[in-house]
């Protein structure tokens, strides 16, 4: 008999400690969940389901369910318990939550120590996820599956950028990658394959950047065609888009950009092609006219032999300035660059290079205006050294520009002063460089430009317009 008693008190004692150690798992699980006898009555309710529910525990344990729940007669849920308890087979499934009106539980029901054991969670959120996807993507596939040189696409955001998944690709995956959208669409790595190894990695980093900051996400890169194995260059951007729960996806499109990057190509080698001709052109001219000056007999200190000196300068100072434009390809130049090649031949010559001082914000220019201001600079320049603050070691030379806006849009502010030099004295008469800015500059700048002879230096002003199209 003391021995009977003494094994009750064990197994007591041993199922206690094992009870005590379910609930702490039971606990610590993250669902929801809670545990039924065979009359259907709560023996067990962890913290995540009586915060479900919002009553403690001890208001529900010891009474039945379906009194609880009064109006789960008849629901889809009520039905697969009975049919768990009746089977003893575990079934996992999806059902509107009972006495929570709009709210969606994915439940996993299994027999339990002599009844029932249920955890479930609130999937509310992800059902209308993925409801607001499906809309969203029948109105994208409407348009999406009808544009044959583009492919379109959405992924579904995680928390880690490798863990996205892609909820949707338009048919004209196949057409551009050689890959079924089907099968993209069940494997992403297929595409991902075909991606030049060197374009792989950069697009991985790029991508990462982008998902970290949810910023729009545009790149170019190369991939051979799975089934013509030819290489070609597609353009992919994905930007995020905020769903009403406050879930991401990215929108995104890929197309074929091969025929745009060979005629890119194409347009470099015809540009690359003029400026060895613009060259050839400028040394021809040059050329010509050393020769036609030449033929006079002439020394440089005449008059026809100082014309000749202007002259070749002139060319000179052209042929820089096509230069800093060759090196960008005639997009443009920065005004620094365009600056600092003016002067240099004026700067060979100091013993102290600051004496020609260039200083202004990081500007870049179209063609246009950059060529003139170059010829600008170069002519202030020469008059500076013959009659100015150059003509002097003491003198100098400040070059400085600003951006202004105005109410009809930006301005370019070019300031020329010179200090240090022999006082000045106002010309007699207005000479071909003076001309060259003040009426030729000012008409292709659509713009103003003004010198003035003050006794310390000469100023020059050029204002000019930046939003507007230059003649």
């Known amino acids: ?90 079934a996992m499934f ?16 299994f027999p339990y120590n002599g009844g029932l054991g249920v955890s479930f969670r609130d999937w509310t959120e992800r059902r209308r996820t993925e409801e607001e996807l499906r809309e969203s993507q029948a109105r994208l596939s409407a348009l999406a599956d009808n544009l044959p040189s583009c492919m379109v696409f959405q992924f579904l955001d995680s928390a880690e950028y490798k863990d996205r998944r892609p909820v949707y690709i338009s ?109 050839n052109t400028l040394a021809t001219v040059q050329s010509l006219a050393v020769q036609s000056f030449h033929k006079f007999g002439i020394t440089a200190s005449d008059d026809i032999g100082a014309a000749r000196t202007a002259f070749e300068a002139r060319l000179f100072a052209l042929s820089r300035a096509h230069d800093v434009l060759t090196r960008e390809n005639w997009e443009g130049a920065y005004l620094s660059d365009v600056a600092l090649e003016a002067c240099a031949p004026f700067r060979t010559h100091m013993e ?51 951006t202004v806006p105005n109410e009809t849009g930006t301005r370019l502010v070019f300031r ?10 106002p010309p007699r008469r207005t000479g071909f460089g003076s001309r060259l800015i003040q009426k030729g500059l000012a008409r292709e700048l659509n713009g103003s430009a003004e010198i003035a002879y003050e006794p310390t230096g000469v100023v020059c002003i050029i204002d000019v317009p930046l939003d507007v199209p230059f003649s």
């Open 94 to 109: 999806e059902a509107e939550a009972v006495g929570v009106q709009g709210r969606f539980l994915e439940l996993r029901v």
């Open 1 to 90: 008999m003391r021995g009977d008693v003494i094994q009750h008190a064990i197994a007591q004692s041993v199922e206690a400690k094992v009870e005590a150690r379910l609930s702490v798992i039971l606990e610590g699980i993250g669902d929801a969940f809670y545990s039924l006898d065979g009359d259907w009555r709560f023996t067990y309710i962890n913290r995540a389901a009586q915060e479900y529910f919002g009553a403690p525990a001890q208001d529900m344990l010891g009474r039945v369910i379906w009194d609880i729940f009064s109006h789960s007669e008849g629901t889809e849920l009520r039905r697969r318990y009975e049919e768990v308890a009746a089977t003893g087979i575990a």
């Open 416 to 425: 020329w002063e010179e200090h240090g030099g022999p006082v000045v004295i």
């Open 352 to 402: 102290d290079e600051s004496r020609i001082e260039v200083r202004g914000e990081d500007l870049r220019l179209p063609p246009a205006m950059s060529l003139s201001l170059s010829m600008a600079i170069h002519e202030l320049c020469t008059n500076a050294l013959k009659y100015g603050a150059l003509k002097t070691s003491a003198g100098g030379v400040r070059i400085s520009w600003a």
């Open 171 to 279: 048919k004209a995956c196949e057409q551009l990658t050689g890959i079924r959208a089907e099968d993209a669409l069940a494997n992403m790595g297929l595409i991902a394959q075909l991606i030049l190894p060197e374009y792989l990695e950069q697009m991985h980093v790029r991508g990462m950047k982008a998902h970290d900051e949810r910023k729009t996400f545009d790149t170019e890169l190369k991939l051979r065609h799975a089934k013509t194995g030819e290489i070609r260059w597609h353009r992919m951007i994905t930007m995020p888009r905020q769903l009403s729960n406050g879930t991401y996806i990215w929108d995104g499109v890929q197309y074929d950009i091969t025929d745009h990057k060979r005629a890119e190509e194409h347009l470099r080698l015809m540009v690359n092609e003029l400026n060895h001709r613009v060259k």
